[in-house]
């Protein structure tokens, strides 16, 4: 677990109808990743890697209905399944700062509590930018496990 929190750290939490097992499988399966890991339901979602294990790497491209594309890649720091897993955070064509995601799954009565921890943010203003980005991406997270 990360130390204690700093004001560049950022932390979001929701509650999830669905168990620890199927959150954690959406964000460790390529396919489940793809279908909410963006902002906005007008991006679309390219898992070009998912090694989802401790040590193993990931890069993801968010694209824009424009074609912009926002490509995040890192390495996985821990991995236990389904209860947490960390793993490094750097955009490709973003200045070089390297920040550190944290997911922590605990059942609860309504299937899941997640508490998002992102941290080693360089300012407060890249802390906010990447805020309303998880606030996006974990709204589709949400609709994810809903019934249609």
Not at 20 to 33: C, D, G, H, N
Not at 36 to 52: C, G, I
């Amino acid at each position: 677990m990360a130390s204690a929190a700093t004001t560049q750290d950022l932390e979001v939490r929701r509650s999830l109808d669905a168990t620890p097992e199927r959150v954690f499988a959406a964000w460790t399966q390529a396919q489940a990743l793809a279908s909410w890991f963006a902002p906005s339901e007008r991006m679309t979602t390219l898992v070009h890697a998912l090694d989802a294990r401790l040590g193993g790497e990931y890069r993801i491209e968010m694209r824009e209905p424009n074609g912009t594309p926002h490509i995040v890649s890192g390495t996985y720091t821990a991995f236990d399944a389904p209860r947490y897993l960390a793993f490094t955070w750097q955009w490709e064509k973003g200045d070089g700062e390297q920040t550190l995601v944290e997911v922590e799954l605990q059942p609860s009565p309504a299937g899941t509590e997640l508490l998002l921890r992102h941290s080693r943010h360089a300012s407060i203003k890249s802390r906010d930018g990447h805020a309303a980005g998880w606030e996006g991406c974990l709204t589709r997270l949400t609709t994810h496990f809903t019934p249609t």
